[in-house]
Structure formats: structure tokens, C-alpha cells
């Protein structure tokens, strides 16, 4: 907890046009503004305003508001607390915080932790192992040489590098370190795991030789687990958010791979099929993926499972449909990389002639378009799918649409708000549920918060003539902005309970 105080005080000294011109060039647009291309979302011509005497910025263009904190912790991918501390360092205020001792000694644990990590990573790196990763990787058609130092990649190469690695008290060659013998690394390329704040977690290596497995990663443990990492988002995460996609592939060298063709927003998963964790995180940062899967059956069904994963979170899923036996690596040695399409339009373009091969695939697409999570859209898929594939609709049993799908249809800020006025969603009458129902499908539930007026309109509330209460929220929402506890929404309940 950060002392309230301390929080004023930054709020006080940080000028929100310094901290964004840090990161973004700001250009001077009447007495009390500066503009700029937006950071949130791709466009070409800036809509982005900050106003430094309001101490507030707005982009025109996709909606996004909030003060400086608000804007540290979107622009990083930072927690409240983390922001403020780096707003902190900057202005030379220090921001305190009260500990448990429990909490202390996990500080101090994961402080050691982190220290060993990157006395590994220097040795994975140094004596030449970072040249010869380079070299090695540049080989095989990587033309960005300070792209894969920047990545930190490595080499955990045979003799030196483990005699070295028994001066490191966390990863001598114990059972039950958590980390894993040294050896797992030995005779392979090492490629830093990191979390989305670029803090190391541990490694995969990519074998030089004949081992068995050709990736492997660092071992699960407390404080790394894999299902729930995606590797390269931390390097990725600015491009995605201004792209507002993300393209998904499936190893490490094609996640590099994409990056040295320019597609800095690509990210994949750690050895595993994508997961629901993995997922979860990168809708924090946008609805719309692109799969580039390897072209072979392998790469195809793993295409499939993400695809199901997904669209149940209601994600937009395009896809890059590779050449049979390729993958993204083979873009560098001269493979034209092919335009993205609609996942499941790409594969009803693909679909078997003879008869009984398409009544297994358009079982099938059954299964996958089932799992899209909104009904309206996943009912109109079913139609335009089943149209071009010649049949009047695609059977979606009741059976085949479950899991993920039965999402809620009002984000929590919505519900809490309506619960205040004793009101439920599903009995809204006319215009007044269509205009919730609206905002929650179409993800601005945190409009409700951050602009007043969407209170007042979902909750059919005449704007104008309560003006106490118009303070009362306009003052909520600016402090919900930099808010890292969502206990404040309470107070939203609070205020309009009292109308």
C-alpha cells in the first residue's frame, strides 16, 4: 500500500505532457495542447491530445483517456503501484511501501532469485556464446544482427560454461533446484523467457545437436509457469497495442523470425499448445490474433486447438496459411509471406472435394465455430460458412457450444452499476437494454467509469439536472484512472444508490 500523501505528490510533480514526450513525439497544438499518433491504436494522422494544464490526454480516435499514472501504467503494461514507483524515481520522490513480513522475505526471495538468473543469462552470453548464438541464427537467414543481441540470446555450450555455473549457488546440480540442472542448456541455444515486463524468468534452449527433445524450457516452479507465459510479449507489447493485433506462431526462432521481417507483434507459446492463461493475457491488449502456424498436419491442428481457445475468449481470428513443411523461418530464406485471411474462411477455401472427407470437415467447422463466444456472431458465421460451403446452416447442437462461451454478457463495472438501481440486465426495456447491451458487447464497460455520461445513459438517468451527483462521478472516475483497487467501484454502487 502506498501512502495517499505520497500519491498526491506524484500526481502533483508529474507533468503528463514530460512523461509522454519521453516516449512519443509531442507536437505543439494551440496554447494549452500537444498532439500526437496515437500509442494505443495504428493510425496515420495524430489524434491524440494532451492537455498539461488539465493534466489529462485524450485520443479521439479509439477513445482511450486518463492522467499520467493512467497513461505509465497503459503504455508499460504496469500495475498502479509499479507506476508509481517509476513516476517516482523520476521526480525524485520516494514511494514507500508498508510490508508484512511475509511479504518482505518473498521480496527478498524472488531479489535473489532474479540475481542468480542473470548471472546465468551473463554466462549464457558471455565468452562468446552471444556471438556464436548470433552467428549460428544469422545463418539460417536472420538479417538483424541487433535484434537477436537485444533478445539476449545465447549458448549454453559444453565445459566452461558449467564449471562456471557451480560458483551460482541456485543452480548446482540439485534434484530439487528449481531452476534445473545446468545441463538441461548444454549444446543449445539459449533464448531468455521473460515476463511482460521484461523481468527474466528462465530459458528455452533450442538444440545444436542430436537430443531428443528440440526445445526445451526451464522448469516449472512458483515462480514461473510456462502455461502461463507468452514468449516475446514483452518485446512485442508496444507494436501489438498499436497494431491492435498480434500474430501468434508457434517456437522461439519464429517468433525472432517474425520480428526480423518486421512483424515486431508476434508472440507464441512455451512448449505447449496455447492455453486459456495465455490467452486471458493477451486479451488485455487486443481481440484481434493472426495464427502462423507451421504447414504441416502438426501446425494445422495446433492451429485448430488455438483457434477454439481463442474464440471463446472472443478473440478475432485470422490466419497465414503456410506452404505444406514450412514455417516463418522459411520467410528468411526467400518465402514469400503469404497475406492473413479469416481463419475459418481460409479453411472452407481449402475444403476436400470428395464427400465423405467433407462431411468430417464440416463436422469439424461445427466444432470450431461453436466455440465463438458471442451468439449473435457466432450464429451469423454459421451462416455465412454454411452458405459457402453449400448447405443451408451448420449444425450447432447445444452439446457442441459450452465452455467458454457461457461468458457473462455484462462486464462487472456494467452489472454493479445496474445492481445499484435494483435492476437486471436481462429485464431492461427497450432502448435502455439495447444501449447496455451495446456497450458491454462491444468492450467500452470501462466507459461506465471512465466517462460519467455513460453512467447516466446506461442507467437512463436525465444528465443535466443532478449536477452534485455529476461531480460526485466525474471526481470517481478520474480517481478510479489511477486506481489499482477495484474496491473503489463500490463507491460507484454507493453514489448511485443515493439517486
Same mark, same amino acid.
Given at each position: 500500500?502506498i501512502?495517499e500523501?505520497?500519491?498526491?505528490?506524484?500526481?502533483?510533480?508529474?507533468?503528463?505532457?514530460?512523461?509522454?514526450?519521453?516516449?512519443?513525439?509531442?507536437?505543439?497544438?494551440?496554447?494549452?495542447?500537444?498532439?500526437?499518433?496515437?500509442?494505443?491504436?495504428?493510425?496515420?494522422?495524430?489524434?491524440?491530445h494532451?492537455?498539461?494544464?488539465?493534466?489529462?490526454?485524450?485520443?479521439?480516435?479509439?477513445?482511450?483517456g486518463?492522467?499520467?499514472?493512467?497513461?505509465?501504467?497503459?503504455?508499460?503494461?504496469?500495475?498502479?503501484?509499479?507506476?508509481?514507483?517509476?513516476?517516482?524515481?523520476?521526480?525524485?520522490?520516494?514511494?514507500?511501501?508498508?510490508?508484512?513480513?511475509?511479504?518482505?522475505?518473498?521480496?527478498?526471495?524472488?531479489?535473489?532469485?532474479?540475481?542468480?538468473?542473470?548471472?546465468?543469462?551473463?554466462?549464457?552470453?558471455?565468452?562468446?556464446g552471444?556471438?556464436?548464438?548470433?552467428a549460428?541464427?544469422?545463418k539460417?537467414?536472420?538479417?538483424?544482427?541487433?535484434?537477436?543481441?537485444?533478445?539476449?540470446?545465447?549458448?549454453?555450450?559444453?565445459?566452461?560454461?558449467?564449471?562456471?555455473?557451480i560458483?551460482?549457488?541456485?543452480?548446482r546440480?540439485?534434484?530439487?533446484?528449481?531452476?534445473?540442472?545446468?545441463?538441461?542448456?548444454?549444446?543449445?541455444?539459449?533464448?531468455?523467457?521473460?515476463?511482460?515486463?521484461?523481468k527474466?524468468?528462465?530459458?528455452?534452449?533450442?538444440?545444436?545437436?542430436?537430443?531428443?527433445?528440440?526445445?526445451?524450457?526451464?522448469?516449472?516452479?512458483?515462480?514461473?509457469?510456462?502455461?502461463?507465459v507468452?514468449?516475446?510479449?514483452?518485446?512485442?507489447l508496444r507494436?501489438?497495442?498499436?497494431?491492435?493485433?498480434?500474430?501468434?506462431?508457434?517456437?522461439?526462432?519464429?517468433?525472432?523470425?517474425?520480428?526480423?521481417?518486421g512483424?515486431?507483434?508476434?508472440?507464441?507459446?512455451?512448449?505447449?499448445?496455447?492455453?486459456?492463461?495465455?490467452?486471458?493475457?493477451?486479451?488485455?491488449?487486443?481481440?484481434?490474433?493472426?495464427?502462423?502456424?507451421d504447414?504441416?498436419?502438426?501446425?494445422?491442428?495446433?492451429?485448430?486447438?488455438?483457434?477454439? !481457445?481463442?474464440?471463446?475468449?472472443? *478473440?478475432?481470428?485470422? =490466419?497465414?496459411? $503456410? %506452404? +505444406? #513443411?514450412?514455417?516463418?523461418?522459411?520467410?528468411?530464406?526467400?518465402?514469400?509471406?503469404?497475406?492473413?485471411?479469416?481463419?475459418?474462411?481460409?479453411?472452407?477455401?481449402?475444403?476436400?472435394?470428395?464427400?465423405?472427407?467433407?462431411?468430417?470437415?464440416?463436422?469439424?467447422?461445427?466444432?470450431?465455430?461453436?466455440?465463438?463466444?458471442?451468439?449473435?456472431?457466432?450464429?451469423?458465421?454459421?451462416?455465412?460458412?454454411?452458405?459457402?460451403?453449400?448447405?443451408?446452416?451448420?449444425?450447432?447442437?447445444?452439446?457442441?457450444?459450452?465452455?467458454?462461451?457461457?461468458?457473462?454478457?455484462?462486464?462487472?463495472?456494467?452489472?454493479?452499476?445496474?445492481?445499484?438501481?435494483?435492476?437486471?440486465?436481462?429485464?431492461?426495456?427497450?432502448?435502455?437494454?439495447?444501449?447496455?447491451?451495446?456497450?458491454?458487447e462491444?468492450?467500452l464497460?470501462?466507459? !461506465?467509469?471512465?466517462?460519467?455520461? *455513460?453512467?447516466?445513459? =446506461?442507467?437512463? $438517468? %436525465? +444528465? #443535466?439536472?443532478?449536477?452534485?451527483?455529476?461531480?460526485?462521478?466525474?471526481?470517481?472516475?478520474?480517481?478510479?484512472?489511477?486506481?489499482d483497487d477495484?474496491?473503489?467501484?463500490?463507491?460507484?454502487?454507493?453514489?448511485?444508490?443515493?439517486?
Amino acid at each position: 500500500m502506498i501512502p495517499e500523501e505520497v500519491v498526491e505528490r506524484i500526481k502533483d510533480a508529474a507533468k503528463i505532457e514530460e512523461v509522454v514526450g519521453e516516449r512519443f513525439p509531442l507536437k505543439k497544438s494551440g496554447a494549452d495542447s500537444y498532439v500526437a499518433n496515437c500509442p494505443f491504436h495504428a493510425e496515420r494522422t495524430g489524434s491524440f491530445h494532451v492537455t498539461p494544464s488539465k493534466g489529462m490526454a485524450y485520443c479521439f480516435g479509439c477513445g482511450w483517456g486518463g492522467n499520467v499514472v493512467r497513461f505509465v501504467m497503459d503504455a508499460n503494461a504496469l500495475t498502479f503501484p509499479e507506476a508509481m514507483r517509476e513516476l517516482g524515481s523520476k521526480y525524485g520522490i520516494e514511494v514507500p511501501i508498508v510490508e508484512t513480513r511475509e511479504e518482505k522475505a518473498y521480496r527478498l526471495e524472488r531479489s535473489r532469485r532474479m540475481a542468480n538468473l542473470d548471472e546465468v543469462q551473463a554466462i549464457f552470453t558471455g565468452g562468446g556464446g552471444s556471438d556464436f548464438a548470433v552467428a549460428e541464427l544469422m545463418k539460417r537467414g536472420f538479417e538483424h544482427e541487433d535484434l537477436l543481441r537485444e533478445w539476449g540470446v545465447g549458448c549454453g555450450v559444453s565445459g566452461k560454461t558449467s564449471l562456471e555455473l557451480i560458483h551460482c549457488e541456485d543452480f548446482r546440480e540439485s534434484r530439487d533446484d528449481e531452476i534445473g540442472p545446468i545441463r538441461r542448456f548444454r549444446d543449445r541455444l539459449t533464448f531468455p523467457i521473460r515476463d511482460h515486463q521484461g523481468k527474466l524468468l528462465g530459458w528455452s534452449g533450442r538444440t545444436l545437436v542430436d537430443h531428443r527433445a528440440k526445445y526445451v524450457n526451464s522448469p516449472g516452479s512458483k515462480w514461473f509457469e510456462k502455461g502461463k507465459v507468452l514468449f516475446g510479449l514483452d518485446m512485442a507489447l508496444r507494436a501489438i497495442l498499436r497494431e491492435e493485433k498480434a500474430f501468434i506462431v508457434e517456437g522461439q526462432i519464429d517468433v525472432l523470425a517474425m520480428h526480423d521481417l518486421g512483424h515486431t507483434n508476434t508472440v507464441a507459446p512455451l512448449g505447449t499448445s496455447l492455453t486459456e492463461d495465455q490467452v486471458a493475457t493477451l486479451a488485455r491488449y487486443t481481440q484481434t490474433a493472426i495464427l502462423v502456424f507451421d504447414g504441416d498436419f502438426a501446425g494445422r491442428k495446433a492451429a485448430s486447438r488455438a483457434f477454439k !481457445i481463442l474464440a471463446s475468449f472472443g *478473440f478475432h481470428v485470422e =490466419a497465414i496459411f $503456410l %506452404p +505444406e #513443411g514450412k514455417d516463418p523461418g522459411d520467410c528468411l530464406q526467400g518465402l514469400k509471406l503469404p497475406k492473413p485471411e479469416g481463419y475459418l474462411e481460409g479453411l472452407v477455401k481449402r475444403a476436400p472435394a470428395d464427400p465423405g472427407e467433407l462431411k468430417r470437415f464440416v463436422t469439424g467447422i461445427e466444432k470450431l465455430v461453436s466455440k465463438i463466444a458471442d451468439p449473435v456472431v457466432r450464429n451469423a458465421t454459421a451462416r455465412q460458412v454454411g452458405s459457402a460451403l453449400g448447405i443451408e446452416r451448420l449444425n450447432l447442437s447445444p452439446d457442441k457450444v459450452k465452455g467458454k462461451n457461457e461468458v457473462p454478457k455484462f462486464p462487472f463495472p456494467v452489472e454493479l452499476a445496474l445492481a445499484a438501481k435494483g435492476k437486471v440486465p436481462g429485464e431492461l426495456p427497450g432502448e435502455e437494454g439495447e444501449f447496455v447491451h451495446l456497450v458491454a458487447e462491444i468492450g467500452l464497460e470501462m466507459a !461506465i467509469i471512465r466517462n460519467p455520461k *455513460f453512467a447516466f445513459a =446506461a442507467l437512463n $438517468l %436525465p +444528465e #443535466g439536472e443532478n449536477l452534485e451527483l455529476e461531480a460526485k462521478l466525474d471526481s470517481l472516475s478520474r480517481d478510479l484512472m489511477t486506481a489499482d483497487d477495484w474496491h473503489l467501484l463500490e463507491k460507484v454502487a454507493e453514489i448511485l444508490k443515493a439517486t
